[in-house]
């Protein structure tokens, strides 16, 4: 059976102004990114602002055209799909933003909001759509007094709930969640995961769950991708990445976890101090190895290819035993 989703060497590139001489350069953003999502599984992907994971979310749902690579839904190739051919795979395939107040429109009532998906794709009339956004606002953790409200009058994880509840008006059976917890406060991102997580567990639906921290996907995730300079550098089973990362970065991000155990937190290479390289003028080699506490020679003429470097985990790097 093929996988929900498919992603297969997808790549992005942009081409902007400020390249030598001021000619117009080729940016990398996505370079050869893979990676297969089952039914009811969460891949977290995860890197520092500017990798690349942001731009592979927006690719799948076609809000951004891909330069190279297949992306497969339940076997359909979307990697090229018109706005008229993704229509009725709306239905498949929704996604939350970061932003949840700058993806919905400020005017409308919030019970419009959540409405919308059912009246733009057909199948309910008036009392069923009444019936089906009270049923999604319950199930969101959001009060039946509120349905008339505007977004304004919404707190900023009260908003994110009603941006998940839109995302389920379809029962779509995967949702792109573009860093749907970073805008929001500490206290309430937890809030916020852990509705996804029941959610997930009680629809059974999937999620790639895109984020900066490490510690935000590990508590969602069942594998996480890791992601620098626009490619995956480390896959695998979330417990035993997190247990056993492999690739030197995977280790440094997690380094940056506050961790209780502050001896484990010693034995982890630390991110030497220094910016991610612009992708306007990318390291050669490994493109981690300027920031590399163990590159060598070979790291700065050979790009490391992802390979298998335990049961289901792999990792981009020369010096992964
Ligand atoms: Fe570090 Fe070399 Fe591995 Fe790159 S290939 S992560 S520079 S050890």
Redesign the pocket.
């Known amino acids: 059976m093929s996988p929900l989703l498919d992603v297969r060497d997808l790549a992005k590139t942009f081409t902007v102004s400020g390249g030598i001489g001021g000619e117009p350069a080729t940016v990398h953003a996505v370079d050869g990114v893979s990676f297969a999502i089952a039914r009811g599984e969460t891949l977290g992907l995860v890197g520092e602002s500017g990798c690349g994971k942001s731009t592979v979310g927006k690719m799948i749902v076609r809000l951004l055209e891909p330069s190279a690579g297949r992306i497969l839904l339940e076997g359909t190739d979307i990697t090229h799909a018109s706005y008229g051919a993704m229509r009725p795979l709306r239905r498949r395939l929704q996604m939350i933003f970061q932003d949840p107040y700058g993806s919905l429109d400020p005017r409308q009532r919030a019970e419009d909001i959540v409405a919308e998906p059912l009246i733009v794709h057909g199948g309910y009339d008036a009392g069923a759509r009444r019936a089906r956004v009270a049923e999604l606002f319950e199930r969101v953790g959001l009060r039946a007094d509120q349905l008339r409200n505007v977004p304004s009058k919404f707190s900023g994880g009260q908003r994110q709930r009603l941006a998940i509840a839109r995302a389920l008006a379809l029962n779509p059976p995967l949702i792109i969640a573009d860093e749907p917890v970073s805008a929001l406060d500490v206290s309430i991102q937890a809030q916020v995961v852990n509705l996804m997580s029941d959610i997930q567990r009680e629809l059974g639906l999937a999620y790639l769950f895109i984020a900066h921290d490490l510690g935000i996907v590990q508590h969602i995730s069942d594998r996480v991708a890791v992601m620098y300079l626009g490619r995956i ?1 480390e896959i695998g089973q979330t417990r035993a990445l997190f247990a056993s990362p492999r ?3 995977t280790r440094a991000l997690m380094d940056a976890v506050p961790r209780p155990d502050p001896a484990r937190r010693h034995q982890r290479a630390r991110i030497p101090r220094g910016e991610v390289p612009s992708p306007l003028d990318p390291p050669s ?5 300027p ?6 020679e ?3 003429v ?1 790009r ?1 290819q992802l390979r298998v470097v335990g049961s289901g985990a792999e ?6 035993e």
């Open positions: 550098v690739h030197p970065y080699g490994c493109s981690f190895h920031r590399c506490p163990l590159a060598t070979r790291c700065r050979e490391p990792a981009a790097c020369h010096n992964v």
